[in-house]
């Protein structure tokens, strides 16, 4: 039998994680998320987890270690430089945009305020085959001319 698609959600906001599981549900029933609240419990799941994330939606913006500090300790890890982790954040700061691509994120989803716009990029981001992705300067950050 196949293991479900599985989402980690690392994101300390309540609301955004109400968000994101809604979205989900929306574009596939089958799709599982397992969240954490903030980098460690990610840290945790990841060394710890009876199930393996296809993919990663990490939130920049969380007390303790913020995201950054978090994508730097993954892609530090042996057993997860491959996996594909996409930085979810409400910033649109260049800085911290062109640090997540040198820390080694996949992709930069910035969070968008209308649901439908949201739901798009969350789709988006999910269907990009991964094997084959190279991020680079016109591909790394989700705009909504990306389709």
């Known amino acids: 039998m196949k293991s479900a698609f599985t989402i980690f959600y690392t ?4 609301d955004d994680q109400g968000f994101f599981l809604e979205i989900i549900q929306t574009i596939n029933k089958d799709y599982k998320v397992v969240i954490q609240n903030n980098g460690q419990e990610l840290l945790d799941a990841l060394d710890n987890a009876p199930q393996h994330p296809h993919i990663v939606f990490l939130d920049i913006n969380m007390p303790g270690m913020n995201g950054l500090e978090i994508l730097k300790i993954i892609r530090d890890s042996e057993n997860h430089k491959t996996l594909p982790i996409i930085m979810f954040s409400t910033s649109r700061d260049e800085k911290t945009i062109a640090r997540s691509r040198e820390l080694g994120a996949n ?11 949201l739901k798009k990029s969350i789709e988006h981001a999910i269907t990009i085959n991964w094997q084959n992705f190279k991020p680079a300067d016109n591909n790394f950050v989700y705009t909504l001319s990306n389709k």
Not at 11 to 14: A, C, G, N, S, Y
């Open 107 to 117: 992709f930069y989803l910035p969070k968008l305020e209308l649901f439908d716009h």
């Open 11 to 14: 994101d300390d906001d309540p």
